[in-house]
């Protein structure tokens, strides 16, 4: 039996462009800043519907392993943790923007800093903002720091 292909149809090859170009606007939020002193150009940032999903995802997967490891110390979570961290900064880098975590408990956010690279714990009743690279963010997790839980 010999199968016999046709070429795609000029106007049918339209039309997914259209449907492609449809979801793309559905899907994106762009982010206009101002422009870098260079150019006159502004720069556009997308942060696409995809990256919102996984940043969510990451962050609930950051509350699980907290919370596991404050009810069971002894499993190991520091290399979860570090996967979780890094792929946060690396959306962050991807997109352009300062993601925030989660909020600490009482008062305050966890963020990463895509200009400083580094992680950023922020109490703003006591105006302290502590920079710290994954590795110090991950230690101070696991000690019990700028925990999103009471």
Known sequence: MQMILHPIPHNVKLLW??????????????IVLPAHDQ???????IMTERNKLLL?????????????????????????????LREVSQ?????????????????GKLTYHVERGKFVAQIPEVHLSISMDVHECIESLMEGRFSPFP
Do not use: C, M
């Not at 969510?56 to 979780?84: C, I, M, S």
């Not at 959306?91 to 008062?107: G, N, R």
């Open 17 to 30: 462009k259209v449907v492609f170009s449809i979801l793309e606007e559905n899907f994106r939020q762009k």
């Open 39 to 45: 150019g006159n150009s502004p720069v556009v940032i």
């Open 56 to 84: 969510e995802h990451l962050t609930n997967r950051l509350y699980q392993l907290l919370w596991q490891y404050r009810q069971k110390p002894y499993l190991p979570v520091w290399g979860e943790l570090f996967v979780a």
């Open 91 to 107: 959306l962050a880098i991807e997109s352009k923007q300062d993601v925030t975590l989660y909020d600490i408990h009482p008062t």
